[in-house]
């Protein structure tokens, strides 16, 4: 399935919608404002809370963790030392862990499991430069992998706005 988000959206206390390809609204994402870190409710668009987002403080690295019916799902974490490329570390409880890993800042990656490509973030499919599409591969997790695309975006533009 593909979903389409909008660039730089992610930050501290922002609101939006994720689109379907079709350009339908399928899941709202409603940031916490007065929260210590930040925190996202990630819903359906009835109001279904499907999983929490929330940063982890005093980590030496970006680190967020996803919760799904009050029960831990992930921690998303950048990892600090990667030559040539970045790299993001989606710990799952059990044996599916995922990485992402590509040009973040650019939003062309991909999330892996076990080397094997499961889901795929790209401007190209877009004319619009602020646009960018999340393909996930049939059988996934597309809550999970669409969380993960949001903290990654969180974790890279606050970052790249500490170094402006």
Same mark, same amino acid.
């Given at each position: 399935?593909? &979903?389409?988000?909008?660039?730089r959206l992610?930050s501290?206390?922002d609101?939006f919608h994720i689109?379907?390809?079709h350009g339908?609204?399928v899941?709202? /994402?409603d940031?916490k404002?007065?929260s210590?870190?930040?925190?996202? @409710?990630?819903q359906?668009? /009835? +109001?279904?809370?499907?999983?929490?987002?929330?940063?982890?403080?005093?980590?030496?690295?970006?680190?967020?963790?996803? &919760?799904? +019916?009050?029960?831990?799902?992930?921690t998303v974490?950048q990892?600090?030392?990667t030559?040539?490329?970045a790299?993001?570390?989606?710990?799952v409880?059990g044996?599916d862990?995922?990485?992402?890993? +590509?040009?973040f800042l650019d939003?062309?990656?991909?999330?892996l499991?076990?080397?094997?490509?499961?889901?795929? /973030?790209s401007?190209?499919?877009?004319?619009m @430069?602020?646009? &960018?599409?999340?393909?996930?591969?049939? +059988?996934?997790?597309?809550?999970?992998i669409?969380a @993960?695309?949001?903290?990654?975006?969180m974790?890279?533009?606050?970052? @790249?706005?500490r170094h402006?």
């Amino acid at each position: 399935m593909r &979903y389409v988000m909008r660039q730089r959206l992610f930050s501290f206390g922002d609101d939006f919608h994720i689109k379907n390809e079709h350009g339908q609204d399928v899941f709202f /994402v409603d940031g916490k404002v007065f929260s210590l870190g930040d925190k996202l @409710s990630f819903q359906d668009m /009835v +109001g279904n809370e499907l999983a929490v987002v929330q940063q982890k403080l005093l980590a030496f690295s970006p680190t967020y963790e996803i &919760y799904r +019916g009050g029960q831990h799902a992930a921690t998303v974490q950048q990892s600090l030392f990667t030559l040539f490329r970045a790299h993001f570390a989606i710990d799952v409880p059990g044996p599916d862990d995922l990485e992402a890993q +590509g040009d973040f800042l650019d939003h062309e990656y991909s999330f892996l499991r076990g080397g094997q490509t499961v889901a795929t /973030v790209s401007k190209r499919w877009f004319s619009m @430069s602020d646009t &960018y599409g999340v393909d996930i591969a049939p +059988g996934e997790d597309d809550v999970l992998i669409l969380a @993960s695309t949001v903290v990654i975006d969180m974790a890279v533009h606050n970052q @790249s706005k500490r170094h402006e």
